[in-house]
């Protein structure tokens, strides 16, 4: 007769489909899994500690390393709650300028995401096409900011440099090129049946699931709740632009799938009306003070990241140097739900399941 | 007062602290050879040492209480100090400690040279130790009514300048309408839309034009206010008028309502706004916390997306002993939160399923992100 007994099993904390350092401690009968103990902290670098002994303008290529695949929005998130709590108001072509960065960075993420999902899964080539386009994406960051992934681009009050001449129309020669490509990467994946066997109606939660456990943007988006910061509480100029907030009603991997798809084609409208208001000449920072003290007291804001909600927590006590600082870290809190989602799952589901996710460990450890 | 010359005088001051401890550990070690020497000698002699040993240590203690009392008293006099005092406290902990440690080998050497005085050394460190507590209450006591004088006349003062700030900011984001309205009516924007951008933005102008000429001194009410009043009514209504500490409107944080609960009512507070139906906060954005030195403090962001309305939550907590219910009951989102909090703070959770040192692993010494934590690396 055959006899199973429960295994313990390490995934990770060094494994390629974590796209960083994180362990997850299987306990499986068979091929089922049992319990899953996600264990993070591997990257932990103790920015938090670091920034209180740091000028604002120092804090901000520590954030670029976060998130590292959406730096952009990192960069955003510190300058924005340091500009809210001083009160300053930033000139319209920094802003046109921070949104641009940040949506091509938004595309550049999801692309990422999208080659790596589907190279754990097994298609290969895949990966060779994101990788082509993320590429472009990534030149024309480099020529705004001067570095393709820590970019360190944005300040308290504006940007660093204003684009280097013809940028904005490489922008806008690359929109209709990108939305020819994202059909092609329809083509060559979404369709496929295989595909479509190993995350069709796995991973699923509902709408109450993904609110009791904090989830946001993609993650929330997929269960049918029609949330997004951009749009449902706009910071920087979002009100001006006609986007959509892409959801879908079902949950489980491939709705998360479909919904960062549409958000790529959503970033690509935003950036369309970017460049065509795009204010012909114009300061790209505020004048701000040479040395930046934020006034005493506290202050939370949230923006929305490629993952979800990003929020910069600030108390200062006047000086130049923040009191405390926290970021509301979305990757942190998307991965908790995982443990519950990974329960009786087959083993085989699980790469899918944790891919679905979209985590940045950089993010996740802070 | 610059941030360079604050700098070197607190570098100035560290290192003259450090000689002085430096000294004080030589001679402490002497005194201590010394001890070792006569404890070898006959049991009179070694009466008159411990006499002598407890004579010095009682006398330290007094040294550190004045200390302490200086120091604490220096700090309430002017707040930039405040760096100086940090580096003092620390100073002095370091000092306790190793006063603390040196009275612990005294005492089991004394303990190996005789046992029959057990008792009276037992005494002594027990009277020892309340002396120590009272001197330290007294000196807690002294600064929080130090502290609570000097925030008073403050508290205006920055009342004002966010005030100000507001108003500022109002009648940029006045301007930045009207011209996206004026905009978007240049492009022959859809007609309603532009119909009600330029009734918002000549709102909100008129609302920073009134700001500008009556300035400072009156604000009109945030937009939030409002809400939050609603938000203490229904929370006074249903859990009684002793639950809240404080409210009010964080001018710097986009005008979020704000609520202080108390400790213990911070659990009851924060599952009533969770579901009350009026309120229907659903939503745990964010939970951290902060060591004020003072007290420790958790912030709670929560959102309602029935409302679409944002809410914060604080709770102060004593430093010595931080442990608060957990939210996890309410979501279980506040898992991971709450055990960063612990890990880098050492805040406790209660009924917390599974609260450990989430980053940094069960074998770290300390919270970092406590203000007077000193890294402990067992290779220095």
Known sequence: MLRTEEMLLNVGPQHPSTHGVFRLILKIDGETIKEAKPVIGYLHRGTEKLAEDLQYTQIIPYTDRMDYVSAMTNNYVICHAVETMMGIEVPERAEYLRVMAMELGRVSSHLLWWGTFVLDLGATSPLLYAFREREMILNLLNELSGARLTFNYMRVGGVKWDAPEGWVDKVRDFIPHMREQVKGYHDLVTGNEIFLNRVKGIGKYSKEDALNYSLSGPNLRCTGMKWDLRKNEPYSIYDRFDF?????EEGDVLSRYHVRFAEIEESLKILEQCVEQFPEEGPVIAKVPKIIKAPKGEAFVRIESPRGEIGCYIASDGKKEPYRLKFRRPSFYNLQILPKLLEGESISNLIAILGAVDIILGEVDG | MSGEKDLEQLKKEAAEKAKAAALAKKKAREQQETEVSEAVAPAEDEDLAKKKAAAAAKAKAAALAKKKAEEQQAGSESED????????????????????ALAKKKAEEQQAGSESEDREDEDLAKKKAAA??????????????????????????????????AAAKAKAAAAAKAKAAAKAKQEGGEASDDAKAKAI???????????????????????NQPYLDKYVKVIEEHLGNDVLEDSYINRLSKDVPTLVAKRETYYKVVQFLKYNEQLGFDYLSELHGVDYETHMEVYVHLYSYKNSQSVAVKVKLDRDEPTIESLCPLWAGANWPECEAYDLLGIKFLNHPNLHRIMLGEDWVGHPLRKDYEPYDVEV
Do not use: C, F, H, M
Not at chain 2, 81 to 96: F, I, M, N, S, T
Not at chain 2, 134 to 156: D, F, L, N, T, W
Not at chain 2, 207 to 223: Q, T, Y
């Open chain 2, 81 to 100: 100090r405040e760096d100086e005092d940090l580096a003092k406290k620390k100073a002095a902990a370091a000092a306790k400690a190793k006063a603390a």
């Open chain 2, 132 to 165: 120590a507590a009272k001197a330290k209450a007294a000196a807690a006591a002294k600064a929080k009514a130090a502290r609570a004088k000097q925030e008073s006349p403050e508290a205006v003062g920055d009342d004002a300048k966010a005030k100000a700030i």
């Open chain 1, 244 to 248: 959509d907030v892409p959801t879908r």
């Open chain 2, 201 to 223: 933005a000549a709102a909100k102008a008129k609302a920073g034009s009134k700001g500008a000429e009556a300035p400072v001194a009156e604000v009109k009410p945030s937009v």
